[in-house]
């Protein structure tokens, strides 16, 4: 397998077991190479613990390191609690994205999310 140097992940670890995870996938272009986009996951055991929070910190640092000033990332319009923490780290809503996902056969909208550091 080749490295891609676009993407970027980290895991948290507790005990041996994945807990969470984060990947930043960069802009493959020089007028997109600023920005990223981030995909986070938090077992369901060790959510509300600060997981996710510590892995976001951690890809703010990077981040600024490689020259990434835009963040992006969907999140599920029902889903309030991902909304809330994502608005907490200081992403912004930009807009809608209608019917962009099926889930049990029925659209679902999800949220454009964008920070800028």
Same mark, same amino acid.
């Given at each position: 397998?080749?490295?891609?140097?676009?993407?970027?992940? !980290?895991?948290?670890?507790?005990?041996?077991? =994945?807990?969470?995870?984060?990947? /930043?996938?960069?802009?493959? !272009?020089? $007028?997109?190479?600023?920005?990223?986009? =981030? /995909?986070?996951?938090?077992?369901?055991?060790? $959510?509300?613990?600060?997981?996710?929070?510590?892995?976001?910190?951690?890809?703010?640092?990077?981040?600024?390191?490689?020259?990434?000033? $835009?963040?992006?990332?969907?999140?599920?319009?029902? %889903?309030?609690?991902?909304? %809330?923490?994502?608005?907490? $780290?200081?992403?912004?809503?930009?807009?809608?994205?209608?019917?962009?996902?099926?889930?049990?056969?029925?659209? /679902? %909208?999800?949220?454009?999310?964008?920070? !800028?550091?």
């Amino acid at each position: 397998m080749k490295a891609d140097p676009s993407a970027h992940f !980290l895991v948290a670890v507790e005990n041996k077991t =994945l807990v969470g995870f984060i990947a /930043v996938l960069r802009g493959k !272009l020089k $007028r997109n190479s600023h920005s990223a986009y =981030l /995909v986070l996951g938090v077992d369901n055991n060790y $959510r509300g613990q600060g997981v996710a929070s510590a892995l976001f910190e951690e890809v703010f640092s990077w981040s600024q390191i490689q020259g990434i000033s $835009r963040l992006e990332l969907t999140v599920i319009k029902h %889903n309030h609690p991902a909304f %809330n923490l994502y608005s907490k $780290r200081g992403f912004i809503l930009e807009g809608e994205k209608v019917h962009s996902l099926m889930i049990d056969g029925k659209p /679902v %909208n999800e949220y454009y999310m964008y920070k !800028l550091l």
